[in-house]
């Protein structure tokens, strides 16, 4: 994966696309995708270890909370996902 860095601003980036494919990769063969969803919230319960995620299945329309150890917000530049966490944070 190639990472493009902006001097002035001292970050590094990579394509969306790219850090998909990565992610996907290193996943162990447990791990279940969930494709087809809307992302709804998501909350932290107070034990942490753990995010709690609600989502609308896009088949049915039914509303239901999935329960993860890791939300990863790769859902776009315009992350539905990032503005609810980081709300300040513009692009």
């Known amino acids: 994966?190639?990472?493009a860095r902006d001097e002035s601003l001292?970050?590094?980036?990579?394509?969306w696309a790219d850090?998909?494919?990565?992610?996907y990769d290193a996943l162990p063969k447990q791990v279940v995708l969930l494709w087809g969803h809307l992302f709804i919230s998501f909350h932290v319960p107070?034990?942490?270890g753990s995010v709690i995620i609600n989502t609308k299945v896009l088949?049915?329309?039914?509303?239901?909370e999935i329960?993860?150890?890791?939300l990863v917000a790769a859902d776009d530049c315009l992350s539905s996902i990032r503005q609810k966490y980081l709300p300040e944070?513009?692009?």
């Not at 001292?10 to 394509?15: K, P, V």
């Not at 850090?19 to 992610?23: N, R, S």
């Open 67 to 70: 329960v993860g150890d890791l």
């Open 10 to 15: 001292n970050f590094r980036a990579a394509h």
């Open 89 to 91: 944070f513009k692009l």
């Open 46 to 48: 107070n034990e942490k």
């Open 59 to 64: 088949q049915t329309g039914e509303i239901i």
């Open 19 to 23: 850090l998909h494919g990565v992610l």
């Open 1 to 3: 994966m190639t990472l």
